[in-house]
């Protein structure tokens, strides 16, 4: 899949206040601070989702129109976020809501950071996203700040923790490394 036009086409609180038309969608989930925004500009070769080294900075799903044939949803980060709980609450059950409810998503990408342990909130992601019957790609982010060695370690970690058939791609920002294999890995998806 190559990523020739990308423009955001909407930015809701709830997912049915999202775009109407038929499109497949795919949805980007992780923690705060994981590195989603950083990814999906790494996708779409320029600098669309905001990126702050703040946690939690996504506070809504966003819709980018990507080629005019599908949408890529960037989901609010779970876990810490500089917010009170009942917000965090609110984005986790739109979330949920999101993944369970879209009949249009074709994908989740996971996000993960290798050098970090497992949270219990991504054990429930996995979760969710097998109790909607939706295909899962695990991605492991920041992979250019640890070593090989550090790297193939953790990604079996992750894929035994997480209970996932196979081990999560790496991706870095910084690189790029990695951005060939996801972009195919959702064309095979959006092609099921």
């Known amino acids: 899949m190559r990523v020739e036009t990308v423009k955001l086409c909407a930015t809701v609180a709830n997912h049915r206040e999202g775009p109407k038309d038929p499109l497949p969608q795919v949805a980007f989930a992780g923690r705060s601070n994981v590195g989603k925004s950083s990814l999906l500009n790494g996708l779409f070769g320029r600098q669309l989702a905001g990126v702050s080294k703040t946690p939690g900075k996504t506070r809504t799903l966003n819709y980018y129109l990507v080629n005019n044939r599908c949408y890529f949803v960037d989901l609010p980060g779970y876990g810490y976020a500089h917010t009170g709980r009942s917000q965090r609450d609110v984005w986790g ?15 989740v990408v996971g996000l993960v950071d290798p050098r970090i342990p497992t949270s219990p909130l991504d054990v429930d992601l996995v979760g969710f996203v097998r109790q909607a019957r939706k295909p899962l790609l695990l991605v492991m982010t920041k992979t250019d700040r640890i070593g090989r060695g550090t790297l193939t370690q953790a990604s079996a970690r992750l894929g035994r923790e997480l209970g996932t058939p196979s081990e999560p791609l790496p991706f870095s920002a910084h690189t790029g490394a990695g951005r060939k ?11 099921a």
């Open 181 to 191: 294999e996801i972009l195919a890995a959702i064309a095979v998806a959006l092609a």
């Open 93 to 107: 059950q739109n979330v949920t809501a999101y993944l369970l409810e879209e009949d249009k998503l074709r994908l």
